[in-house]
């Protein structure tokens, strides 16, 4: 494949040709954890196999399956140096709904923008963001 055959010369070749982003998510706590981002944070099934579930995930899809492990606080950067980032409306909004439904979201201001951070039932960190932001403006 020739890189004039690309769809969009200004990324490269796996960027061009990547149809949906996806996050794989391993979990030891697999029910609790689909439950949480299917019923709590409202993502919907995309489909489900054996003890695998696929959430969609704005253009993209999460996918919880077993294999990880779980820890009762939000693990260390150590024990899971990747966090799921939620670009939203209102950060305080959603912040606010998750609360009602008994996440409890740590809510603050830095000087690059609003975050609310909160973890899943496996200790893995999640954080709102305002998609407003001008840094994730579309260029």
């Not at 409306?89 to 923008?113: H, I």
């Amino acid at each position: 494949m020739t890189s004039s055959s690309y769809k969009d010369e200004s990324q490269g070749p796996l960027g061009a040709l990547t149809r949906k982003f996806g996050i794989i998510l391993g979990t030891e706590r697999f029910d609790e954890c689909v439950a949480f981002y299917r019923d709590t944070l409202g993502f919907p099934v995309w489909f489900e196999k054996d003890r695998l579930v696929c959430l969609r995930l704005g253009d993209g899809y999460l996918m919880i399956e077993t294999g990880g492990f779980a820890q009762d606080r939000r693990k260390s950067n150590a024990q899971n140096p990747t966090m799921l980032r939620f670009n939203v409306d209102d950060v305080k909004d959603v912040a606010a709904m998750l609360e009602q439904r008994g996440v409890a979201v740590d809510v603050r201001r830095y000087p690059w923008g609003l975050v609310g951070t909160f973890v899943d039932p496996d200790g893995n960190a999640c954080e709102l963001k305002d998609a407003g932001d001008p840094f994730f403006a579309d260029s």
